[in-house]
């Protein structure tokens, strides 16, 4: 069945960063985009951006634009967000969750916890 | 890209119906067919229940029902039960080729 595996939790320092992975299983990985959604503590849904594992376009949120970079390994069929100069608010659960057949993500990660501390 | 605006709770009594709204702009909720409703249950990953406004992915109850007016969406809940409970989202494609959330709705089924 289809599936996406985040890695696992991670705790880091404010002012360095964090890479997160997702693994897709179970469909040809190149065919849907790839969303990053996070979720603070107490607060909505919050999306970050996209990739089209295809070709590695990408889009951000305009919040995000400048600390997040979102990638993809095709051979690996997994992607990855990288987001720089982490401050406390970032602390949060973050998903990757894969398009279906329109722009509702239909399939999501497990989430990973970032935990950003002094 | 400001969120979409959902009403922070509602609430109903099993067997009743809800609707839950989610107001935006003609760059995104008005200008496209790209609304979807997300269920969201703590500790757990959201689950897509209605996409493209109106439609069901397989799986979901005919309970839920979506539909648009303007740069209004709404999510329908009929026949409520007590696992319909949780945090609901909407979401929408917007003008600038990304994705906005609005700011959930906490669901209470008394």
């Known amino acids: 069945q289809m599936q996406l595996v985040q890695s696992g939790a991670e705790v880091k320092k404010t002012g360095s960063s964090v890479k997160v992975s997702c693994k897709a299983s179970g469909y040809t990985f190149t065919y849907r985009y790839l969303h990053w959604v996070r979720q603070a503590p107490g607060q909505a849904l919050e999306w970050m951006g996209w990739i089209t594992p295809f070709n590695g376009n990408t889009n951000y949120a305009q919040k995000f634009q400048d600390r997040v970079t979102i990638t993809r390994d095709r051979s690996m069929s997994t992607a990855y967000m990288e987001l720089s100069s982490l401050r406390s608010d970032d602390t949060g659960m973050y998903y990757c969750a894969r398009s279906g057949s329109s722009y509702g993500m239909a399939v999501w990660g497990q989430g990973t916890t970032v935990t950003v501390s002094s | 890209q400001s969120a979409l605006t959902q009403p922070a709770s509602v609430s109903g009594s099993p067997g009743q119906s809800i609707t839950i709204s989610c107001t935006g702009t003609?760059?995104?909720?008005?200008?496209?067919?790209?609304v979807s409703w997300y269920q969201h249950h703590p500790g757990k990953a959201p689950k897509l229940m209605i996409y493209d406004v109106s439609d069901r992915p397989s799986g979901v109850s005919n309970r839920f029902s979506g539909s648009k007016s303007g740069n209004t969406a709404s999510l329908s809940i009929s026949g409520l039960q007590a696992e319909d409970e949780a945090d609901y989202y909407c979401?929408?494609?917007?003008?600038?080729?990304?994705?906005?959330f609005g700011g959930g709705t906490k669901l209470t089924v008394l």
């Open positions: 979401s929408s494609y917007t003008s600038s080729n990304k994705v906005v």
């Open positions: 003609s760059s995104d909720v008005g200008g496209y067919t790209y």
